[in-house]
């Protein structure tokens, strides 16, 4: 998977409480990126970086946040999870604009 | 809205044939990209063709792009089963920030032995 990996791989937790996933990379791509996967929605952007603390939102970020401090760690938060951010979380990295993107095996969310 | 919406949304085949999969997108882009996705695993980058390109080829994938009519197609050949899985197209638009790809829903593919 391209030097991607995600953490946890499987999360489990209750309505209200803060959710953290993390997505570390080995191969020093500037651009990282944080999709949620929903049967009937594809793919859909949630926050992406292009740098260290440079962030920006995607299309459905709305309760989400995400932090980079380091070249290699971008973090998507859930402040205070909801059932309709069940999901598979997907982060991806890209070396350069309009370059094909390298995806990380996922998370899968529940929140119950 | 979504940028790209692939035709048909599932698409079953003998192992040996052909499998062609469509593309439509609504505004201009910088390049238009395949990706593949094998059940509970990440998507995996296929093909990349810029607008300025008209077919592309890698092993048994051909891409053809018609800018005029916004759309494309991933044809893969001599299907296996091992090609089965899900199949996406993304566009990456023109006067877009910073790389953001679009995806679509989806092809599911299904490869029969």
């Known amino acids: 998977d391209a030097g991607i990996t995600q953490s946890p791989r499987h999360k489990v937790t209750e309505t209200g409480t803060p959710v953290t996933l993390r997505c570390h990379q080995t191969?020093?791509?500037?651009?990282m990126y944080w999709y949620r996967q929903d049967p009937g929605h594809g793919l859909r952007l949630i926050h992406y970086?292009?740098?260290?603390?440079?962030?920006d939102k995607g299309e459905v970020s709305d309760g989400y946040s995400v932090s980079r401090s380091k070249t290699e760690d971008f973090l998507l938060t859930l402040e205070s999870a909801t059932s309709s951010q069940t999901s598979v979380y997907f982060c991806?990295?890209?070396?350069?604009?309009?370059?094909?993107?390298?995806f990380g095996p996922g998370t899968r969310l529940t929140v119950t | 809205s979504q940028q790209g919406e692939e035709d048909p949304q599932a698409l079953s085949i003998q192992e040996g044939e052909n499998a062609t999969m469509n593309c439509s997108y609504k505004?201009?882009?910088?390049?238009l990209q395949w990706y593949r996705q094998n059940s509970g695993r990440g998507l995996v980058h296929l093909i990349l063709?810029?607008?300025?390109?008209r077919e592309k080829h890698s092993g048994r994938l051909r891409v053809t792009l018609d800018t005029s009519k916004k759309s494309s197609s991933l044809l893969i050949t001599a299907s296996r089963a091992a090609d089965t899985a899900s199949y996406f197209c993304?566009?990456?638009?023109?006067?877009?920030?910073?790389?953001?790809?679009?995806f679509g829903k989806g092809i599911t593919l299904s490869v029969r032995p």
């Open positions: 991806a990295i890209s070396p350069r604009d309009s370059y094909e993107q390298y």
């Open positions: 191969e020093n791509h500037r651009y």
């Open positions: 970086s292009y740098g260290v603390k440079d962030t």
């Open positions: 505004t201009s882009i910088n390049n």
């Open positions: 063709i810029r607008s300025n390109e």
């Open positions: 993304a566009t990456d638009r023109v006067g877009g920030a910073n790389s953001k790809l679009t």
